[in-house]
């Protein structure tokens, strides 16, 4: 039954994907930047409802009083494909994902994330890409958006952590705005590198906001990285169970 509710799922997202990628494509050059986000936002509140319906997976969220009202930085745990495609829908302003520009050439889903005020790089451009970064992030916020980055870099499997990679934090000193934590369990319910979806409640825990005034890239991505795994062990203690 588990790989069943998955398969669904997955079909769900195959055959939702295209037209909702097509529409997108055709809506778009009539519409301003911001009315585009929150219409393919649509797209990502209608896989959170098909998680839901299909595989049982489910979220709470606590922290909201957190959120400013003024331009930040949101720097996430990065455990599954979950948590990019429910933040958008959760957040109250657009977010701006920093990604590789070969995600453009996707079919569908690529060509759409083009037509977004995002922030793409070629990371074959070293420092400069940071640099492209800064620049686009520094427009992308005087838009009113957040940008949000996976410190991690990557994935993590559940209960584990990786080094903290500090483009998040160099781009928040840089920029001169807070950063906003954000800690949850979604790879309980969606693991990383796997067909499978699981049956659960999945916690979006978003901490106070770090102030980045007078600090270093170090302290900053320090204070970033202790209070996210400090959360991870409060919202999920069977995981980092020894």
């Not at 079909?11 to 055709?26: D, G």
């Not at 745990?77 to 977010?95: C, V």
């Not at 049956?199 to 270093?216: F, K, M, N, R, Y």
Request: aromatic letters at 12%.
């Amino acid at each position: 039954m588990l790989f069943f509710r998955s398969l669904l799922f997955f079909l769900f997202q195959i055959f939702w994907t295209i037209p909702y990628a097509v529409a997108c494509m055709l809506a778009f050059p009539f519409m301003r930047p911001q009315n585009r986000y929150w219409f393919a936002v649509g797209w990502c509140r209608t896989m959170l409802k098909a998680a839901d319906v299909l595989c049982g997976i489910r979220y709470t969220v606590i922290g909201k009083e957190n959120l400013p009202d003024k331009p930040a930085i949101v720097l996430s745990k990065h455990q599954s494909a979950w948590e990019t495609i429910a933040l958008p829908a959760i957040m109250p302003r657009p977010l701006c994902y920093v990604f590789k520009r070969e995600l453009l050439y996707v079919p569908f889903f690529g060509w759409a994330l083009g037509l977004l005020s995002m922030i793409h790089i070629n990371r074959k451009d070293g420092i400069n890409a940071f640099n492209s970064v800064v620049t686009q992030g520094q427009a992308r916020l005087a838009e009113g958006s957040w940008i949000i980055i996976f410190p991690e870099g990557t994935r993590t499997p559940t209960g584990s952590r990786r080094k903290y990679k500090s483009g998040g934090a160099r781009l928040a000193t840089s920029t001169q705005v807070p950063v906003i934590p954000i800690a949850h369990n979604a790879g309980r319910a969606w693991p990383r590198q796997s067909f499978l979806k699981y049956p659960s409640l999945i916690t979006v825990s978003i901490g106070p906001l770090i102030e980045t005034a007078g600090l270093t890239p170090e302290q900053v991505g320090g204070k970033v990285e202790a209070w996210i795994e400090a959360e991870m062990e409060r919202i999920d203690p069977q995981a980092y169970r020894s």
